[in-house]
């Protein structure tokens, strides 16, 4: 999620064009879509980031991988397990 300002910016834009706005967020699960920060090791940015992954473009199969990734994130999270509905 982008910040207002940063998304008013961004717009309906292009991802090529909306990626630097991306990396000014100050949520980095926002940032992360563009780059991973590397941060020492054992740190909570070296712990998230063996849990993410940036994606130079966004299409259908780099949107199905996000949403698998930051469900496993949550999961691992919050402790949840998957429930049959």
Not at 76 to 83: A, G, L, N, Q, S
Request: hydrophobic share 40%.
């Amino acid at each position: 999620m982008l910040e207002k300002p940063i998304n008013i910016v961004a717009g309906n834009d292009f991802y090529a064009t909306k990626q630097i706005e991306y990396g000014k967020s100050g949520n980095y699960l926002t940032r992360s879509l563009v780059a991973l920060t590397e941060v020492g090791q054992n740190t909570s940015i070296s712990r998230i980031n063996a849990k993410l992954e940036a994606f130079p473009a966004w299409n259908a199969t780099s949107i199905e991988k996000r949403h698998a990734l930051l469900i496993a994130l949550a999961q691992e999270v919050w402790k949840t397990t998957p429930i049959d509905v």
